[in-house]
């Protein structure tokens, strides 16, 4: 069985796209798709968002449904914080260090891996930053 690694959608993998009142795609961080893509051989990759299935549906029809084995939104899981003992997830990759904050206290929290928000100052200076610290936690962690 792979280990299951568990994204959060917005600010994590890009944002959506609005026009006037309606969603009308998903900006995709820079680095996404091939990230995934490497990633995928290796683990299973799990979607959970805090927004709703409706939303979430709209957003896997931008080029990421294909890569993710499973989904969960806040309709299928209402939670104050991302426990990944909830789906067996081996690692949560957010830009919400409040979810880190909160495994540490129960001793997961180095399967918390967190990344500069999309469109932060950190993440303008260096817009690949949040993959290399993907991959070093990763990469640090296999056998």
Known sequence: MKPRIIFDLDETLGTALVN???????????????LLEKLQPKYDLILWTVSNRAYLNKMLKA???????????????QQNWKDI?????????DDCSYY?????????????????????ARDEMEPLLWIKIIEQILLSTEP
């Open 100 to 120: 880190k904050k909160m495994a540490n206290q129960i001793g997961l929290g180095d399967r918390y891996i967190i990344v500069p928000a999309y469109g932060d």
């Open 20 to 34: 006037s009142d309606s969603i009308v795609g998903f900006n995709l961080r820079q680095g996404c798709l091939a």
């Open 63 to 77: 080029e990421l449904g294909k890569f993710f084995k499973e989904t969960y939104s806040w309709d299928e899981i």
């Open 85 to 93: 003992r909830i789906i067996n997830g081996d690692y949560l990759i």
